[in-house]
């Protein structure tokens, strides 16, 4: 079950985030970023359990491109065609929007890979893209891959 985030899912996607940023599988964020963001989040609740167990982010970045971030599906439910799930309401956002080309930067690119995107070169991205590069924790020097997929 995916739905638009809430204010009430705020916490639990942040602790999942943690567990992500914790393994070195995701960047951290911090608890207000994303309620500055949470209109680009959706979530998927577990019909069974009825909590939150994925989250995903969908950021416009430019008239033609926008950024999947945070999207994280939690421990023992990997494998369960969630984070397609999640990714397919992502590009589904993109296409309501007109978005032409979607991006992501990751430490997971074989999932990326197979959801259609391409690696492609840091330096292909628009500048505007690296504004929130400034206040990583890991810059100047990325490891991140940054994979794109035309929408």
């Known amino acids: 079950m995916i739905r638009k985030a809430t204010v009430h ?6 602790r999942l985030l943690q567990d992500f940023a914790v393994e070195g599988k ?5 608890l207000s970023a994303l309620y500055d963001h949470l209109r680009d989040y959706a979530v998927y609740e577990d019909p069974v359990e009825g909590r939150l167990v ?19 599906v939690e421990q023992g439910h990997g494998g369960q065609g969630i984070g397609r799930l999640l990714m397919d309401w992502a590009l589904g956002e993109a296409s309501l929007y007109g978005i032409k080309k979607i991006f992501a930067l990751t430490y997971v690119p074989d999932f990326f890979r197979r959801m259609g995107f391409t690696e492609v070169d840091k330096g292909d991205l628009p500048q505007k893209i690296w504004a929130d590069c400034l206040n990583c924790v ?4 990325c490891d991140e891959i940054a994979m794109i997929r035309r929408v």
């Not at 899912?9 to 942040?14: A, G, S």
């Not at 995701?26 to 911090?30: G, Q, T, W, Y």
């Not at 008239?63 to 971030?69: I, N, S």
């Not at 890991?138 to 020097?141: I, L, N, T, V």
Request: hydrophobic share 40%; aromatic share 6%; with cysteine.
């Open 9 to 14: 899912d705020v916490r639990p996607i942040h």
């Open 54 to 72: 994925g989250c995903c982010a969908l950021q416009i970045c430019w008239e033609d491109m926008a950024e999947v971030r945070s999207l994280a």
């Open 26 to 30: 995701l960047l951290p964020r911090p």
């Open 138 to 141: 890991k810059f100047p020097d």
